[in-house]
């Protein structure tokens, strides 16, 4: 009896360790991110800090410090938490990926804040 729970507890701690794991990922191709108030360029799941000026299919322009420059001249802050992908479409990080802040605004948060 005792193996079989020596058994039943191995084999829980291994399941809940690898859904401890999935948390992070990150999806997007290509994006730049707002993450902890780093302006992060994400390409192919690979992210850095963004070196220069980004410029998206649509002609917007992100700059590092997150503003984003639509073509017809008005700009934004990039929030933590939000991204903008490679065809100009800004967005919050989706829920479990790196960079995700769950605020009032969070699909997955609603009625818990």
Do not use: R, W
Not at 14 to 30: E, H, V
Not at 36 to 46: D, E, H, P, R
Not at 84 to 105: L, Q
Request: one cysteine or more; glycine letters at 10%.
């Amino acid at each position: 009896m005792k193996k079989l729970l020596l058994l039943l507890t191995i084999i829980l701690g291994l399941s809940a360790a690898s859904f401890a794991q999935k948390p992070g990922k990150i999806k997007k191709k290509n994006a730049v991110m707002m993450v902890n108030g780093k302006t992060m360029l994400c390409k192919a799941g690979n992210c850095a800090a963004l070196p220069g000026t980004y410029t998206c299919s649509d002609q917007c322009k992100v700059s590092p410090d997150g503003t984003v420059t639509k073509p017809n001249g008005t700009t934004m802050k990039l929030e933590n938490g939000y991204q903008i992908d490679n065809s100009g479409k800004v967005s919050m990080i989706p829920h479990g990926e790196t960079g995700h802040v769950c605020t009032a605004n969070c699909p997955m948060n609603k009625g818990k804040m």
